[in-house]
């Protein structure tokens, strides 16, 4: 027992051992990841009830019905016009096109490209993106040329009283 204080177990040359002093817990390998994969679980259970009402959100979007909104009187747009709205909320424009005297399609304007506005060119009978040369088929919000490969998404329209209205956003497909 030369070289050893009897105060001190170790050797002086040992600098590690306090690590373990008063039964102090080391983190190994083992100990981090139960730590790690401990904590994760509780952020998922925190997080849970929010990607729920996400998870609803999203699920229901494939016909999302919203306050009806009145667009024009039938009277005011002629056969092959169109008419620029905002619907569902004042940040989402979009066009109201009178395809025939009783058939009317309405698309959300953004390009599914990179959301330039869309255009209806009533000489082509089709929608146009001016950004990428995108172009839409009208009757059905399809892409037909360009880079855009979804569709427009289709704003649901109904003639009462009259008038047209905006009554739903019909998601595209993924």
Known sequence: MAGRNNNNPFDQ????????R??????????FMKTLVGAAGVFAVASLPWGTLAAKELM?????????????DVKNLPVGESLEFHFPSEH?????IRLEENKYVAYQN??????????WVKEERE?????HHGK???????????????????????????AVYAVRVKRYEA
Do not use: W
Not at 13 to 19: E, M, R, S, V
Not at 140 to 162: H, M, S, Y
């Open 110 to 119: 953004a390009c599914t490209h990179l959301r330039c506005p869309v255009y």
């Open 136 to 162: 839409f088929d009208v009757q059905t919000g399809a892409p037909t040329a360009g880079p855009p490969r979804r569709p427009l998404p289709e704003v649901i329209v109904e003639v009462k009283d009259e």
């Open 22 to 31: 008063n039964n102090e817990r080391s983190l190994d390998r083992r100990g």
């Open 60 to 72: 229901g979007l494939s016909d999302k019905e919203y306050p009806h909104k009145k667009i024009v």
């Open 127 to 131: 929608m146009v993106c001016p950004c």
């Open 92 to 96: 989402d424009s979009a066009v109201l």
């Open 13 to 20: 040359d040992n600098y590690t051992h306090n690590i373990d």
